[in-house]
Nanobody
Framework: QVQVVESGGGLVQPGGSLRLSCAVS????????MAWYRQAPGKQREFVAV???????TYPNSVKGRFTISRDNAKNTVTLQMNSLKPEDAGVYYC??????WGQGTQVNVSS
């Protein structure tokens, strides 16, 4: 019944930008923390960004200053704005509705 659906992935050149979206249905969105994770082939899934139910954001050093997470409680959506993309940013990006609802992922490729 609870659905988490990512969109917006694609191919972008190094230094480019991409905006990912996450749509949530079947849940009281405004009362739950949301996060983005990514996973490259052969690598463990890693934390990218989180935004709490009250709008507090946290980023790891790997994306700090380049990525921005935001939420629109009226639309039940979370957005990840990615700027100055690097090849190491490539991977499948997953949206998480805390504690254990995950989307199917959206592919991000960064290549020349």
């Amino acid at each position: 019944q609870v659905q988490v659906v990512e969109s917006g992935g694609g191919l972008v050149q190094p230094g480019g930008s991409l905006r990912l979206s996450c749509a949530v249905s079947g849940s009281i969105f405004s009362s739950r923390d949301m996060a983005w994770y990514r996973q490259a082939p052969g690598k463990q899934r890693e934390f990218v960004a989180v935004i709490t139910r009250v709008g507090i954001t946290t980023y790891p050093n790997s994306v700090k200053g380049r990525f921005t997470i935001s939420r629109d409680n009226a639309k039940n959506t979370v957005t990840l704005q990615m700027n100055s993309l690097k090849p190491e940013d490539a991977g499948v990006y997953y949206c998480r509705l805390f504690p254990d609802n995950w989307g199917q992922g959206t592919q991000v490729n960064v290549s020349s």
